[in-house]
């Protein structure tokens, strides 16, 4: 038998912990930047002492403690800094007493209002997305600028920079760490979902690449929304955000074939699917649709709900999936939705209602390098039995798209489309 | 990644879990599911309610409840972590509760990684 390390405990409880610390100590002194390196001597404090004294009892308590205190310092040190400048001497010790109490006080976080101000300075619009996707990472999730950079693959510097330059511009602009007015709250919480989906996608885009950082951006990006859908429970589009990374991490297991290759989802083992995960997903969305109307992530929930409640996918409801497409569209409109709702129709109804709906995209600037477009034509193509240009499609899109292995399943399709002619 | 925190009881104080462990509990499981780790978890029903299904020299035997047992399992607990020591951070805590608020409580949790994705890649 062996204890644990102390080290790896250091690093779990600060990941566990991160998000709190820094949120408390943001409020007392009033800047992100500050309040990371407050935390951070408190982590550096942990990592020199438990080896040597033991893994304190509350160990996340100890984290919290310590940095209060170098928040109080700090404090002192400026007051007494201030105080000489005016020269005022007087009532200095009492003063210091009120400021330890009120620190000790207002660290107090019992309904995690500091972490939801903290999330949303980090996701405040004045901010580079970029910006905003690494200061969340390493603020609220306890990151590493080297784990940010691996999961984004770019260079440690490149993310160091990114969150220098963000920590800048919120002292810059002199955003204050606080949640918005009321009125402002749609768009700014637009602008955090917007944040927790993109870290969400990063990871789950990751198909290719054996580093286990960036499929766990999925895993940090569910855990961030959960923990919103915590902090906001009267929110519509936070639980629809949080039903659909549920619903689609739910699929992980089969997404990927034997060799590796993607399976395309219809033709992934349901058996394979995280039926916990579902469960969760499905729980997720009948509490958004029964807090009101159903937003962008709301719908895209209820459309990947469609897939899980369907036992083959043969027993999908291709109509309903196809009206919601539609109502998605209505309510963010894009051309890569459109081309969804296309496969759905094409489900529901056959090709050429679908192919109506894609040849009217085929103008579109946005689809212009987008492999699957090429690829949902050739399909409905060879449906319709046009057979030489269902292959020519296909071609197309295999010259698009960057992933080998999607470039493989394309160059199949063109092979066996090339048989029949 | 997974685990699954199964609890066992070694010792059973004569008093029963006081209300404040209760609330100590439903507290911790809160802040654990609201924190994003804590998935599913539940009690489990002592022994007599349950029973074995057994396969012993390829006969298959069915015997009711109850059981002798030294070490009664008696809740489980599956989270989503990111490592093993946040797994045994959570597992801590809950023992901690036990240990503040019931005297003579004893037991055991066993931290177990379910396999994943990651382990048929």
């Known amino acids: 038998m062996t204890a644990s390390d102390p080290n790896r405990v250091v690093e779990a409880v600060w990941r566990m912990e991160a998000g709190r610390v820094i949120a408390a100590l943001a409020r007392i002194v009033g800047d992100v930047g500050l309040a990371e390196e407050l935390a951070q001597d408190a982590l550096v404090l942990a990592l020199e002492q438990w080896p040597q004294s033991g893994v304190p009892d509350n160990p996340g308590g100890w984290l919290m403690l310590t940095a209060k205190h170098r928040a109080i310092d700090l404090l002192r040190r400026r007051s007494r800094y201030e105080q000489k400048l005016e020269e005022v001497g007087r009532d200095q010790e009492r003063r210091q007493a009120d400021t330890e109490a009120e620190v000790v006080d207002a660290l107090d976080d019992p309904f995690g209002d500091d972490v939801l101000r903290l999330l949303f300075t980090a996701c405040h619009p004045v901010l580079s997305t970029e910006g905003r996707l690494a200061l969340t990472l390493r603020l609220l999730g306890g990151l590493s600028t080297e784990e940010i950079a691996r999961a984004f693959l770019v260079p440690e510097p490149t993310v160091g920079q990114r969150i220098f330059r963000a920590k800048r511009t919120l002292s810059e602009k002199q955003i204050k760490i606080e949640m918005p007015p009321l009125p402002e709250i749609p768009a700014r919480l637009a602008s955090v979902l917007e944040v927790i989906y993109l870290i969400f996608n990063e990871g789950y885009a990751a198909t290719a690449g054996h580093d286990w950082m960036r499929p766990s951006l999925c895993e940090e990006a569910l855990r961030l929304g959960r923990i919103l859908a915590g902090l906001m429970p009267g929110e519509t589009e936070v639980h629809g955000l949080v039903a659909l990374m549920e619903l689609q991490m739910s699929r992980t297991g089969a997404r990927l074939g034997p060799d590796g290759e993607p399976v395309l989802l219809l033709d992934q083992d349901r058996g394979r699917w995280d039926r916990l995960l579902i469960r969760r997903g499905l729980a997720a969305l009948q509490h958004a649709e029964s807090l009101g109307t159903l937003g962008q992530y709301g719908l895209q929930a209820a459309i990947a709900a469609c897939h899980a409640r369907a036992m083959s996918a043969e027993d999908t409801d291709w109509d309903r999936m196809a009206a919601l497409y539609l109502v998605l569209g209505h309510v963010a409109p894009s051309p890569v939705v459109e081309l969804n709702r296309a496969v759905a129709v094409s489900m529901a109804s056959g090709p050429l209602p679908a192919l109506e709906i894609v040849d009217g995209l085929r103008a579109e600037k946005a689809l212009r390098e987008y492999p699957q477009l090429p690829a949902v034509r050739g399909d409905l193509l060879e449906r319709l039995g046009r057979t030489a240009e269902a292959r020519e499609e296909f071609e197309r899109a295999a010259g698009l798209t960057r992933n080998e292995r999607e470039r493989s399943l394309f160059l199949r399709r063109v092979k066996a489309l090339a048989l029949e002619e | ?121």
């Not at chain 2, 925190?5 to 006081?18: A, F, Q």
């Not at chain 2, 093993?84 to 055991?108: Q, Y």
């Open chain 2, 1 to 121: 990644m997974r685990y699954l925190i199964t609890l066992k009881v070694t010792n059973r104080p004569d008093t029963p879990p006081p209300g404040e462990l209760m609330e100590a509990i439903a507290k911790l499981g809160e802040e654990a599911t609201k924190a994003g780790a804590l998935l599913d978890n539940g009690g489990l029903a002592p022994s007599d309610q349950g029973a074995r299904v057994e396969l012993v020299g390829g006969k298959l035997t069915v015997t009711d409840g109850p059981f002798a047992e030294a070490k009664e399992l008696i809740s489980y607990a599956l989270y989503q972590v990111r490592s093993k020591e946040e797994a045994v951070e959570w597992g801590s805590r809950f023992l901690k509760i036990h240990r503040d608020l019931w005297p003579g409580f004893e037991a055991e949790a066993d931290v177990h990684r379910v396999f994943g994705p990651e382990d048929f890649a």
